[in-house]
């Protein structure tokens, strides 16, 4: 069966587009526990809810990646209370991703994960340079939030995480791990994925030799090219068409 075509979605109503938000999200989870972004209870990705622009869905605290479904998402509103949704909250979930929504109204999802590479590279207390075409996407799009404090659980080291996030798609949370926001769940979804993969590749190169890195009109170029929200979303198209073939009751 040929996949169905790319397009960017339009809805009828917020109830509409609250629904294919919670898909993707789902579907993002999914992906995430494919691709081994789990680690115990850490790990989330939120999506602001269309309609309460003070509220974000989540993952339930204490459940498996593998096993979400849309069912299972909480709804939660910016003072940390759960208004959709019978699990509790992650504190960290919580303490990150207001703030990150708050700072950020252009922001539709944002996620962060335990990745092994992302955390590997986040203890370098460095950014990523530009040694490959994919890597170029976070060029002049990433910041290092240059700190750790322990496990984020107040909304003052948030805001901090935030404010570093500053415009820019892409944080490493130094000693942490990576977190990316975009303006819906597909592009912060793949920004984290290709983020990870940008990690392994740069760890890589840098225990095989000297690196050369592109130069920088050409990764501007190719940052305009590969960079762009749109680019994202359509990056993790073919994801989802593979994890909603694969794991249909994600949709339950």
């Known amino acids: 069966m040929r996949p ?16 294919h938000l919670k898909q993707r999200l789902a579907a993002a989870f999914r992906l995430f526990g494919r691709f081994g972004f789990e680690e115990g209870v850490a790990g989330h990705i939120t999506a602001r809810d269309p309609e309460h622009h003070d509220r974000f869905w989540v993952n339930p605290f204490g459940m498996s990646f593998r096993q979400i479904r849309v069912s299972d998402l909480i709804c939660v509103d910016h003072d940390g209370r759960v208004v959709e949704g019978d699990w509790p909250v992650n504190g960290a979930a919580f303490a990150i991703h207001s703030q990150v929504h708050r700072a950020r109204p252009d922001v539709k999802a944002a996620a962060h994960s335990h990745s092994v590479y992302g955390k590997a590279f986040s203890s370098l207390g460095i950014l990523l340079d530009p040694l490959t075409q994919d890597s170029c996407a976070f060029y002049e799009d990433h910041a290092l939030f240059d700190d750790y404090t322990g496990v984020v659980l107040e909304t003052s080291e948030g805001a901090r995480i935030a404010e570093a996030v500053g415009t820019n798609k892409l944080a490493i949370l130094r000693n942490h791990g990576l977190l990316t926001v975009g303006s ?5 979804a793949w920004w984290f994925i290709t983020g990870e993969r940008t990690c392994q590749a740069q760890l890589a190169a840098m225990s095989a030799g000297t ?11 190719t940052h305009s090219q590969v960079g762009s929200e749109i680019a994202g ?4 198209h073919p994801l989802w068409s593979w994890i909603l073939a694969e794991e249909p009751d994600l949709l339950d």
Do not use: G, K, M, W
């Not at 819906?184 to 912060?188: I, K």
């Not at 690196?211 to 170029?221: D, F, G, K, N, S």
């Open 233 to 236: 979303a359509l990056n993790f």
């Open 4 to 19: 169905e075509r790319f397009s960017l979605p339009e809805f009828a109503d917020a109830a509409e587009e609250r629904l």
């Open 184 to 188: 819906s769940v597909d592009s912060a």
């Open 211 to 221: 690196t050369v890195p592109i130069e920088h009109e050409q990764a501007r170029l």
